[in-house]
Structures are given as C-alpha cells and as structure tokens.
C-alpha cells in the first residue's frame, strides 16, 4: 500500500464521504430503534469500506464526517456532545484496517468480513463506552444497547462489507484477486 495521499486515496474517500453524507442527510444511515441510542445506524460501513480499500487515513477522514452528521443531526441529547459523536468514530477506520491487515494473508475473505464486524462493533462500543464517562447512561443501560443493537448492526456490516469489498478488489472463490485494480 501506497504511503502518503494519493489520487486514488483522496478520490475513494471522496466518494465513501459522499455516501456518509448522502446516509445522513436523507437519514437513510439512521434508522430509528427504541433504544437509549435512539438509532441504529449502517453509517459506519462507508468507514470500513475506506478503511480495508486505502488505510487507517482514509477511514478517519469518513469517520469524521460520519461523526460530525451524527452531531448536526442529533435526535438525543448523548450525540450533541462530540465527545460522544465525533471522537468514537474517528476510530471506526483505525480499528477496521488493524482487523483487515492482521488477517488478511490468512483469508481475504475472513479478513473482510472480521473488518467489518470490528469496525461495527467498536463504533457502538466506543459510542457507548464514552455515553457512560459523560454520564449520559448508565453502564447497564450501554451493554443493552451493545447487545440489542450493536450485535445486529455488526452482522449488516459483515454482510454489506462482504459483497462491497470483495466486487471491489474482484476477489474470486479462493479469496485472492482475480485481475490487479491500481
């Protein structure tokens, strides 16, 4: 992987943040639940998709749109403070691509769908954990919400990541490139 921004780098999460923003604007990445959270999202799946395809970079640059939507357009109080909204989600990316690197000379495909599954996961943990130190929830009340929510949202991404990823890099049955992609 290239160092530094590239053409490609920038032009990949300028399109991922254009469906970041897209998901936010027209509220389609939210997706009302009765739960402290007061949404579930499928917001972070553009930052694990940038994430795996160019790096950690990538993925904190459309994880700070991600959370600065999540900020403007706060339906409860706990993602008004960015603390709450922005900061978690700046890690999404980081996590994702940690999860994507360390497995993928063992499987693309496991590597893939564990990024996803980590990146989903660490968004409502992360979301979640800061909730509590900012005294907008008590611990009982984040771990239903992992549980409840962030479990099904992390299953999505696996599965959303999985078909995006792999028709991106073309990957076939064997889980290795079937034609290079610059």
Known sequence: MER???????VIAGVLGAIAILLGVTRIGYIPVPTPAGNATIMHIPVIIGAIME???VGMIIGLIFGVSSFLNATVVLFKDPLVAILPRLLIGVFAYITYVGL????????????GFVGSL???ILVMTMAVVQNYLVPGAAI???LTQGIPE??????VTLAVVTTWKKLGPSG???SKIS
């Open 144 to 146: 239903a919400v992992v």
């Open 154 to 159: 992390a299953i999505v991404s696996v599965i």
């Open 104 to 115: 993928k000379n063992f499987n693309q495909y496991v590597a893939i769908g564990m990024a």
């Open 176 to 178: 290795k490139q079937k």
């Open 4 to 10: 530094g921004l590239t053409v490609r780098k920038i």
């Open 55 to 57: 790096g950690w970079g």
């Open 122 to 124: 660490s968004n409502t």
